[in-house]
């Protein structure tokens, strides 16, 4: 089975900007979370989407959104980049089996906003 | 969630074994612990889980004492390709969605 792919792997943006990250999940994998690793922060949840619907949301503001698709892939949206928005980006997705989920992680996309 | 604490750093020497130690004092009926492993630029990587007593896998083995308010992971005989950062999550088992909230984690350094 493949496993988490994001994609890009790297990007460049400058203050202002928008952009658009990108997760395809693993095969049957219903659930996709995206969670923001920076060296203060370390890692914290953004939202996490299930069929297609967001079940759940961390504490960051409206510039961040995202969708699930009806194949389970996702994206994650960031507006009006700010140079605090410097990170990587990681997706996550699990079968949802409902007992004690093991999440598998992608390679996650680093963002980098000049 | 109950609020995990682990170390923030541990160094070993190649063959060690190694025991990290994760506080979760206030963990609920319902929660399970779990662990993940971080190498640089990479996504975590789930390593074991467990509720009570004795958890072991092809990778680590997890102890969790009677009251669940503490849990050791154990590495046995580490590489220097275990060189990474260790993360104790308590997970609700069931509902609610996946949002995880990972600590500071453990950064464990393996030498020659």
């Known amino acids: 089975k493949a496993g988490v792919t994001q994609t890009p792997r790297y990007l460049i943006k400058t203050r202002g900007q928008q952009v658009t990250l990108s997760c395809s999940p693993i095969?049957?994998?219903?659930?996709v979370s995206w969670y923001q690793q920076t060296p203060g922060q370390g890692l914290q949840f953004l939202f996490e989407y299930f069929s297609e619907t967001q079940r759940n949301k961390g504490n960051f503001p409206g510039r961040f959104s995202g969708r699930q698709f009806s194949n389970s892939r996702s994206e994650m949206n960031v507006s009006t980049l700010e140079l605090g928005d410097s990170a990587l980006y990681l997706c996550?997705?699990?079968?949802?089996?409902?007992?004690?989920?093991?999440?598998?992680f992608g390679s996650g996309t680093q963002l980098s906003v000049l | 969630l109950a609020k995990t604490t682990q170390p923030i750093s541990m160094d070993s020497y190649e063959g060690q074994e190694v025991n990290i130690t994760c506080s979760h004092n206030?963990?609920?009926?319902?929660?399970?612990i779990t662990w993940y492993q971080q190498f640089p630029s990479q996504g975590p990587r789930f390593i074991i889980q467990?509720?009570?007593t004795k958890v072991t896998n092809e990778v680590a083995s997890l102890f969790i004492p009677a009251d669940r308010k503490s849990s050791t992971l154990s590495l046995p005989r580490v590489s220097l390709s275990d060189t990474a950062v260790y993360y104790c999550?308590?997970?609700?088992?069931?509902?609610?969605?996946?949002?995880?909230?990972f600590g500071t984690g453990t950064q464990l350094k393996v030498e020659l």
């Open positions: 467990g509720y009570k």
């Open positions: 095969s049957g994998h219903r659930s």
């Open positions: 996550a997705s699990s079968s949802d089996t409902g007992v004690g989920e093991k999440l598998f």
């Open positions: 999550l308590v997970v609700l088992a069931g509902g609610g969605g996946n949002k995880l909230t």
């Open positions: 206030n963990i609920a009926t319902n929660d399970y």
